[in-house]
């Protein structure tokens, strides 16, 4: 079994998040894709991100009808701050040693992933799934410490949509997965600041999870908090 693992904020989810999860378990066949919200921060003040379970509710209004996408209540149900590490090794745990886990990611945060906890050690449990986040090019991965060299000229062809995918061994038997992807124009930043501000949100959510958004009338308070980006 081909897994794939989607983790984030979604605070809240949007059509960008939904588009990647379907575009990943197609260009992979995968035979599941798990969006899995995070939890409430321990150590934010409260109003940082909406309700954990508000979030994962939105996330099963928005994947509800595509197939092999599930939401995962995973890391809700810690009552800690909880580490990928954590996440992949449980996963590993329940689906068993026959199942591939792909963690995907958006390039912009895979250029910190040197900073995260045990970061060798998850490169070796599953595959990483890197997804381009403009402005940001994938030539900037040769500077990423944790990586093997990589090829400059190999970059440079998936930057420029050239190549739809390159496929980079790790130690351990796992992959590095580059993924072209046409660019998809939505940010819960400024999703939140639209709500904030009764902007028009032009179609940048599913119906139903702007249904819900307004039924409980999230991220509409004139005093809302910065928030993290989902």
Same mark, same amino acid.
């Given at each position: 079994?081909?897994?794939?693992?989607?983790?984030?904020?979604?605070?809240?989810?949007?059509?960008?998040?939904?588009?990647?999860?379907?575009?990943?378990?197609?260009?992979?066949?995968?035979?599941?894709?798990?969006?899995?919200?995070?939890?409430?921060?321990?150590?934010?003040?409260?109003?940082?991100?909406?309700?954990?379970?508000?979030?994962?509710?939105?996330?099963?209004?928005?994947?509800?009808?595509?197939?092999?996408?599930? &939401?995962?209540?995973?890391?809700?149900?810690?009552?800690?701050?909880?580490?990928?590490?954590?996440?992949?090794?449980?996963?590993?745990?329940?689906?068993?040693?026959? &199942?591939?886990?792909?963690?995907?990611?958006?390039?912009?945060?895979?250029?910190?992933?040197?900073?995260?906890?045990? &970061?060798?050690?998850?490169?070796?449990?599953?595959?990483?799934?890197?997804?381009?986040?403009?402005?940001?090019?994938?030539?900037?991965?040769?500077?990423?410490?944790?990586?093997?060299?990589?090829?400059?000229?190999?970059?440079?062809?998936?930057?420029?949509?050239?190549?739809?995918?390159?496929?980079?061994?790790?130690?351990?038997?796992?992959?590095?997965?580059?993924? &072209?992807?046409?660019?998809?124009?939505?940010?819960?930043?400024?999703?939140?600041?639209?709500?904030?501000?009764?902007?028009?949100?032009?179609?940048?959510?599913?119906?139903?999870?702007?249904?819900?958004?307004?039924?409980?009338?999230?991220?509409?308070?004139?005093?809302?908090?910065?928030?993290?980006?989902?």
């Amino acid at each position: 079994m081909k897994i794939g693992l989607f983790g984030g904020t979604f605070d809240p989810v949007h059509r960008c998040h939904v588009a990647v999860a379907s575009q990943m378990r197609d260009r992979l066949h995968l035979d599941r894709v798990l969006l899995i919200p995070s939890g409430d921060p321990p150590h934010k003040p409260p109003g940082t991100l909406a309700p954990a379970f508000h979030r994962l509710e939105m996330v099963r209004r928005a994947i509800a009808g595509e197939a092999c996408l599930e &939401a995962s209540e995973l890391e809700i149900q810690r009552p800690a701050k909880s580490y990928s590490i954590e996440t992949v090794r449980t996963l590993k745990e329940q689906y068993g040693p026959g &199942a591939e886990l792909f963690f995907l990611i958006g390039l912009d945060a895979f250029l910190e992933f040197h900073t995260w906890k045990d &970061a060798p050690m998850l490169l070796r449990l599953c595959h990483f799934v890197v997804v381009p986040r403009p402005p940001g090019r994938y030539a900037a991965l040769t500077a990423l410490p944790v990586l093997p060299a990589l090829d400059p000229a190999a970059l440079a062809h998936i930057d420029s949509l050239e190549q739809g995918q390159l496929d980079i061994p790790l130690p351990g038997g796992t992959r590095l997965i580059l993924l &072209a992807l046409p660019p998809c124009e939505a940010s819960a930043t400024d999703i939140r600041r639209r709500l904030r501000e009764r902007l028009p949100l032009s179609n940048l959510l599913p119906a139903s999870v702007e249904s819900y958004i307004m039924q409980h009338r999230l991220y509409q308070e004139a005093s809302d908090r910065t928030r993290v980006e989902g």
